[in-house]
Structure formats: C-alpha cells, structure tokens
C-alpha cells in the first residue's frame, strides 16, 4: 500500500534581515576603527602643529631678544595702560647736571630683563606735568620714561635737544633704575620746543633709535642729516606751530631712504598732546615698539598707513620699514 505522501519537517526559514543587520554590524565596526584612527591622525596633527607653532614662537623670540609684553591688539595699545606695573622715582634738579630734574617711570617686574628708555621734554614755559600722562602710558607698554624738567622754562630747542641727551646719560649711567635699562636702546620725544629740541637730539646723537617731535617747533626746517626713524606728529589747528612751516617741512626734509612718519591730527591744536590722548598714544607706542624693540609685531599698526578718520587728518609714510 502506498504511503501517503508525508511533508518532510523544515525548519523556521532564515530572517532576511539578519544578513542585512551583520553586514551593518560589521559595516560600523569598520567605520569606528577608521574613525579612530583618523582621530589618532588628526590629533597627532594637531600636536604636530602645536609644536611647529612653539618652535616658530621660540624661534621668533629667539630671533628677537627685545620684544617685551603680549603680542599687541588695537585695544592694547589703545588702552589707557598695557600689562606692565608701573613704578616712579622723583629726580632733583639738584641731583642732577645738564637738565631740570624730572619723573622716571618704569616697569615694576624685572623678570623680563631689560627695557629700552625715553626721554620727554615739555614745551616753551611748560614744565614736566604738561607731558606727565606720557609716563605712565608708555612705561606700562614695557619702557622705561623719564619725564623732565628744563634747566629754565624758556629754553629753546638746541638746549632743549642736549637736556634730553643728557637725561639719558643720567638714566643710562646714574639712575637708580640704571640696571633695568639697555642703553643701546634709547630714543627722545617732545612736545613745542622740546619736539624741535627731540629733532636736535636726534640729530646730535645718530645711535638714537626712536624720535617723536609733538607739534614741534623749531626755526630749522631742514633735517636731512638725521638717521633716527623719526614720527613727526602736527595738528591741524596748530597756530603757534602750523604745520605747514614746522612739522611738514620737519618730515618732506628728513632723507627719503630714512623709516619715516608724518601723523597729522585732526581737530588738534598746538596744545593737544598735553592731555592724554589715545591716537597719539597709539602712534607713538607702535613706533617705539617698532624702532626701540625692533619689535615687528607692531608694524601692522604702521604699515599699511593708516587712513584719514575722525582723528587722523593725514598720515604719510614709508612702508614696509626696513630698520
């Protein structure tokens, strides 16, 4: 008898999706392992790079004893003071030859090593706290200022430019604050007379690195013989200076192969850098940095010129600067 035909037991079929799931297992085993290891890449790029950028910051500093702060910013050297403490000490006309006596400010940490030094001398019948806020702003940018007095208030500018010579001799050789300073690093500013007397200063002492005049004045318009990068400051109100017969003429004559400025201010007057004042602030600081410091950070606030602004009426210039 033939036996009926019985269906062979099959078991349960395999999921389709199963496939699908090991595949997207493996799939993203895969991935993670790539990612991981791309990870591992990156991060080994990034501390490549972390160290290229402390070699090239090593290097630079290396490169340039001088620099002295952090790496500048518009509001840095803007602001009404920079990183730096600051200190005073009182110098006595009867302490002293040469010159009246005066201010020093200077940086209160000496863990930088040595700074760079200026000498600031105040106009006709004016004495040091006409030019006093200059102290402190520049100090706390990382230099050692010293703020004078003159042998008389009616000193004219050739007397003017040796008083500012021999304030640095004191600082350099004298001073209590002597060992803070390098003395291959020095420069001179002024403001009226003392501007004209910071051209003669200039003038007599070529190794100067820096020299600002303010609304300068001085019966010589001529100075081709200066070899000290020199930013010449005037102001568009000036009518005891006027720029036209002193502080343009300071500038057109200095030589043309010198790093040179003319900074023009607007809505100024003869009278205007007695009173702190953030463009010329700004300027001065970023050429003394540049020229004393021979610090290169600060030349982005040079070069390009700047442009005319609500404060600036003209700035002239050479760029790039090559000292």
């Not at 051209?199 to 300068?216: D, F, M, N, V, Y």
């Not at 463009?279 to 020229?291: D, V």
């Amino acid at each position: 008898m033939q036996q009926p035909n019985r269906a062979l037991p099959v078991g349960p079929e395999p999921s389709p999706r199963r496939p699908h799931r090991l595949t997207s297992r493996l799939v993203r085993a895969g991935l993670a392992v790539l990612l991981a290891a791309g990870g591992l890449v990156a991060a080994q790029a990034t501390g490549a790079q972390a160290v290229v950028g402390a070699r090239s910051a090593s290097a630079e500093a290396a490169a340039n004893p001088y620099e002295r702060g952090p790496a500048p910013t518009n509001a840095s050297i803007e602001a009404s003071r920079g990183s730096y403490a600051v200190s005073t000490t009182s110098v006595s006309a009867l302490s002293v030859s040469g010159f009246g006596g005066g201010t020093i400010y200077y940086p209160t940490s000496t863990a930088d090593g040595t700074f760079g030094a200026i000498a600031v001398s105040p106009g006709y019948t004016a004495y040091q706290s006409s030019i006093a806020w200059l102290g402190p702003r520049l100090a706390s940018q990382g230099f050692v200022v010293f703020t004078i007095d003159t042998n008389t208030t009616l000193d004219q500018p050739d007397s003017r430019g040796r008083q500012l010579l021999a304030a640095l001799d004191y600082l350099t050789q004298s001073s209590s604050v002597r060992t803070r300073i390098d003395s291959s690093r020095l420069g001179v500013m002024g403001h009226s007379m003392g501007g004209g007397g910071t051209l003669e200063a200039a003038k007599s002492r070529p190794s100067l690195q820096a020299a600002i005049p303010l609304t300068g004045w001085n019966l010589d318009t001529t100075w081709p013989e200066i070899k000290t990068p020199t930013l010449v400051v005037g102001a568009d109100g000036d009518t005891i200076a006027p720029v036209a017969t002193h502080s343009q003429p300071f500038y057109a004559t200095l030589p043309s192969t010198l790093d040179k400025a003319y900074l023009e201010l607007r809505g100024a007057t003869h009278f205007t850098p007695n009173s702190s004042n953030t463009t010329i602030a700004k300027y001065s600081i970023s050429w003394l940095k540049r020229f004393i410091d021979n610090d290169t950070r600060y030349e982005q606030f040079l070069c390009p010129l700047p442009q005319a602004s609500l404060t600036i009426a003209e700035y002239r210039g050479n760029c790039p600067h090559t000292s």
